[in-house]
T-cell receptor, first 112, second 110 residues
Framework: DTGVSQNPRHKITKRGQNVTFRCDPI?????LYWYRQTLGQGPEFLTY????????KSRLLSDRFSAERPKGSFSTLEIQRTEQGDSAMYLC??????????FGSGTQLSVL | GQSLEQPSEVTAVEGAIVQINCTYQ??????LSWYQQHDGGAPTFLSY????GLEETGRFSSFLSRSDSYGYLLLQELQMKDSASYFC???????????FGAGTRLFVKA
């Protein structure tokens, strides 16, 4: 068990480009969450999966954001047509049923 | 919707005791968690309360009053390494979703 792994650690992109992040959860965890965090704020809920099913997506989330967890293991978060306001730390977390969240180290996105 | 309020900053002296309060408004409340985050690090779980009362884990304790929609995190015997941000977070939707507050930045002075 190596914990929650996220790649890449850092991503710099130009406005208008698409980016994709990957999250590998703890292997026995069936729940996977994506959060976004900006400096001085708490993690903001984006979406979560139970196995391969995406059960909820934040109403604040633009249609430019999409997440998948095709086989109930790893997950990807894609942002299309990035904007400067998308610059943030994107955190992935996993948990077993009704257990605490284990967070990855995050992907820091900078949109120029 | 959900809202959580906690102080933005707290400063305390090494060896002292500090209490970080959290009040929340939410529907479908399931439990209250606390997470710690050091600068540049990931949030890590500290404590959880589903029922009223005090939960103790080493130097850290957490309290919940469901009727008052209030909880707190108590840190005893403060150490310099406790300087970090502390987030209260509510579990809603039967425990499926965790919503975080804006966090309290704790500064521990020598």
């Amino acid at each position: 068990d190596t914990g929650v792994s996220q790649n890449p650690r850092h991503k710099i992109t130009k406005r208008g480009q698409n980016v994709t992040f990957r999250c590998d959860p703890i292997s026995e965890h069936n729940r996977l969450y994506w959060y976004r965090q900006t400096l001085g704020q708490g993690p903001e809920f984006l979406t979560y999966f139970q196995n391969e099913a995406q059960l909820e997506k934040s109403r604040l989330l633009s249609d430019r954001f999409s997440a998948e967890r095709p086989k109930g293991s790893f997950s990807t978060l894609e942002i299309q047509r990035t904007e400067q306001g998308d610059s943030a730390m994107y955190l992935c977390a996993s948990s077993a049923l009704n257990e605490k969240l284990f967070f990855g180290s995050g992907t820091q996105l900078s949109v120029l | 919707g959900q809202s959580l309020e906690q102080p933005s900053e707290v400063t305390a002296v090494e060896g002292a005791i500090v209490q970080i309060n959290c009040t929340y408004q939410t529907s479908g409340f399931y439990g209250l968690s606390w997470y710690q985050q050091h600068d540049g690090g990931a949030p890590t779980f500290l404590s959880y309360n589903a029922l009223d009362g005090l939960e103790e884990t080493g130097r850290f304790s957490s309290f919940l009053s469901r009727s008052d929609s209030y909880g707190y995190l108590l840190l005893q015997e403060l150490q310099m390494k406790d300087s970090a941000s502390y987030f209260c977070a509510v579990e809603v939707g039967g425990g499926f979703k965790t919503i975080f507050g804006a966090g309290t930045r704790l500064f521990v002075k020598a």
